[in-house]
T-cell receptor
């Protein structure tokens, strides 16, 4: 079946550090790829998405590029802030018309220290 | 845009009881999804509706679980004869009827089985 693997946390960084959270997916067809974020006490929010190979999704200073050759969608940010502390989920959407639902990774807890 | 609304936010019940959750999607969204999330894991897909039709069900959805979307608007998820293992966060998401579009999540209903 479909699966998404992302690096385990917690990931602890200092403010203004460079962030990478790795994500790989199983390649059945050509899924859409997403990063969702869950801030403390809040629901899942869409952070960014990419729908085809070589697409780059970006939002709030975060970026991720859909790499078909490595089946990856790594999340990056050049300079993190304390407010970026949250749990980040990588997800893929397969199936005709999205009927299979999103497949999520286990989530990566990011902690940014001042 | 009022977002996806779920009710109740929390439900505590004794093992063996039946529970029902409600989800109100974003008004123009005709796709609706249910997911379950346990601690330390990403959400897992349960079922999917397009308008009032339930088009997909995960093998996670045992025969104790039933979901409806009678008029293609709100949806209900019922769990009969609850078990300890049903304790989780139940998430609802909705999306537009576009190919592989992003899903917008509600804040979830947290179910605790005593």
């Amino acid at each position: 079946g479909n699966s998404v693997t992302q690096m385990e946390g917690p990931v602890t960084l200092s403010e203004e550090a460079f962030l990478t959270i790795n994500c790989t997916y199983t390649a059945t067809g050509y899924p859409s790829l997403f990063w969702y974020v869950q801030y403390p006490g809040e629901g899942l929010q869409l952070l960014l998405k990419a729908t085809k190979a070589d697409d780059k999704g970006s939002n709030k200073g975060f970026e991720a590029t859909y790499r078909k050759e490595t089946t990856s969608f790594h999340l990056e940010k050049g300079s993190v802030q304390v407010s970026d502390s949250a749990v980040y989920f990588c997800a893929s959407l397969h199936g005709e018309g999205g009927a299979d639902g999103l497949t999520f990774g286990k989530g990566t807890h990011l902690i940014i220290q001042p | 845009d009022t977002g996806v609304s779920q009710d109740p936010r929390h439900k505590i019940t004794k093992r063996g009881q039946n529970v029902t959750f409600r989800c109100d999607p974003i008004s123009e969204h005709n796709r609706l999804y249910w997911y379950r999330q346990t601690l330390g894991q990403g959400p897992e897909f349960l079922t999917y509706f397009q308008n009032e039709a339930q088009l997909e069900k995960s093998r996670l959805l045992s025969d104790r679980f039933s979901a409806e979307r009678p008029k293609g608007s709100f949806s209900t998820l019922e769990i009969q004869r609850t078990e300890q293992g049903d304790s989780a966060m139940y998430l609802c998401a909705s999306s537009l009827d576009t190919l592989l579009g992003p899903q917008h999540f509600g804040d979830g209903t947290r179910l605790s089985i005593l």
